[in-house]
């Protein structure tokens, strides 16, 4: 079955450390998205890309990396300058028509610090 | 700026009864799409509806449908005989048509309760 897979469900961050989460999926899709929710807040964009090797900021990039070296992958690194970082964190992918072909989500990660 | 508005933070229902969600948003552009999201306490994003906005008919998916008044920009999401599983947050998305950037403007959702 196609799908989006986020790894890991839960991770841990301590304090000065990078640390990436995964996301693949195999639906042929060009586009690719990471977004961030936070409690009562709605999904805030990260980072999107629509091309492999291409990528734009969101609204909420500062502290983030993304790349995009290979069509299925979307890696997010959350970087130490990333001062509140705990959040839970969903990928998306989609075709490039846009609202023709909705976006299909993972089932996200919950990033916490200790 | 595009920008979408659910107002009701949190809405409750009894089981079996009608309940409406509310979306409003805010655009320029005349070609663009809009969906309902239900995320349940799984925290995974299931998409409920989705609506042209070049089509007049209002999308209805079972016991799930839209109120699309696009002169007005309202985009209300209308639950029919609620089941317990329809517990979760709602959100309402916004993206351009073919011609747009594809990124998608989420409201901020409305938490729904369903009473036995």
């Known amino acids: 079955d196609g799908g989006i897979t986020q790894s890991p469900k839960y991770l841990f961050r301590k304090e000065g450390q990078n640390v990436t989460l995964s996301c693949e999926q195999n639906l042929n899709h060009d586009a690719m998205y990471w977004y961030r929710q936070d409690p009562g807040q709605g999904l805030r964009l990260i980072y999107y890309s629509q091309i492999v090797n291409d990528f734009q900021k969101g609204d909420i990039a500062e502290g983030y990396s993304v790349s995009r070296e290979k069509k299925e992958s979307f890696p997010l690194t959350v970087t130490s300058a990333q001062k509140n970082p705990t959040a839970f964190y969903l990928c998306a992918s989609s075709f490039l028509t846009g609202g023709n072909q909705p976006q299909h989500f993972g089932d996200g990660t919950r990033l916490s610090i200790l | 700026a595009q920008t979408v508005t659910q107002s009701q933070p949190e809405m409750s229902v009894q089981e079996a009864e009608t309940v409406t969600l509310s979306c409003t948003y805010d655009?320029?552009?005349?070609?663009?799409?809009l969906f309902w999201y239900k995320q349940p306490p799984s925290r995974q994003m299931i998409l409920v509806i989705r609506q042209e906005a070049y089509k007049q008919q209002n999308a209805t998916e079972n016991r799930f449908s839209v109120n699309f008044q696009k002169a007005a920009k309202s985009f209300s999401l209308k639950i029919s005989d609620s089941q317990l599983g329809d517990a979760a947050m709602y959100f309402c998305?916004?993206?351009?048509?073919?011609?747009?950037?594809?990124?998608?403007?989420f409201g901020t959702g409305t938490r729904l309760k369903v009473l036995a």
């Open positions: 655009t320029s552009e005349s070609d663009y799409y």
């Open positions: 998305a916004y993206v351009e048509g073919a011609s747009g950037t594809y990124k998608y403007i």
